[in-house]
């Protein structure tokens, strides 16, 4: 899997009958210091992540392994909304919500 | 996924039996911008898709995953073609149609 | 798929059983403009590609959904000899065959 | 496979179900040389690894093939914890252990 | 399929149970000139190759196509020892073998 931020999202609506009704994500890549890369890539969205949304996705015949998505032409999937990594001990990213009103 | 332009196509006689009478598309990947980026890739048509429109492909085994590709040695689908798309609220791509009389 | 020149071939005496009577080859990736590039792929010839010719090749688990190469351990194979392609309209390839008496 | 060093995990609760329970492993990826590489991966972990320890990882449909991830939306595994390895007979790297009290 | 020498080997004792009793090749990628690459790959051996010998290996889900490595978590396998390849009719590599005593 790769981290990513949801940058966007793309609208189709000629396409494999397949994939009507899902929700396609652009991805901009992240690497570990959570710095924005230049590659992107376009997933479908398995769980509900929204725009400016730190995530993670797998690619390949695995992107095909959620309910979601199972045997459609889908070769990425958003398969979790990351709450936080640490490398070596540091933290390089923590999720803040705006629902989380007791944290103030 | 990966957002690219439909620049040609490829023309076959001797191939696999099981790819007979499909459309060979000849890619050109756009990166997040609409701006067109120096590789390519063949894929196979599944949605109708003509020279000059913006499309999404898949790759690997999910690209064997519409009625026109199951089972043929095929690693790369045009499994959308796109409307539109925007980054950070911003539209980076529409398309515009000459059958689109009423929007002039 | 990716579009390539056959260069050369490949001897393997001591290999999988499976793969017992295949033919190797040597493959040089080409660019839309027909020039050749930097990188290559051994695959498997499952249409009676020739050194010289110019082929497309499919990679990944989708290089064996031919008759030839399925249930081997074989991740590139040449699924299509290429007459012509274009690219906006302009022909960048175009096969000449040497059978092709009448032509001249 | 390719190796790498643990160098941190990352932390998701809002994900796909079949994921819940599993770590996520933050991978830097290594040299023969054993100096770490730019490029990173996020990886199931399949065999007790930690922070800091060198692995070994899988990728694509390969990663499904551990009874911690088989059928899950899961591109990558750690899939073994590296005691050693050499090149052209030269030990680059071998494990120490904090265990190894005897070994003083 | 790629061309690569076997550089070393890879120990690990603390390893998915399927991997038991494999074994596990560093290979240095090699160009068609039979020049050694920076990038190297992990693979399990199939065919009994050893360290200096150059081979071929294949990727992805085609990597699970031999007895040795079906159903296992393995991306990477040595399907074939190569004993020569040419490259517009010029021989790049040809094997020399010390059992190969009538050649003297």
Redesign the interface.
Known sequence: ???ARV??????????P??SGLT?L?L?LL??NNEEQGS????ID???AG?DEVV?F?????????LV?Q???????V???????????TP?YRKTSSDDLWAS
Chains 1, 2, 3, 4, 5 share one sequence.
């Open positions: 899997m790769q981290l940058i966007g999202t793309v609208v189709s609506n000629q396409k494999d397949s994939l396609f652009l901009r690497d570990v992107y890539v376009v997933a398995a769980v509900g725009v993670m797998a690619t390949g015949s695995s992107a095909r392994q959620t998505t045997n459609r032409p889908c070769d990425a999937v398969m979790a909304i990351v709450d936080e990594w640490e490398v070596e001990g390089k």
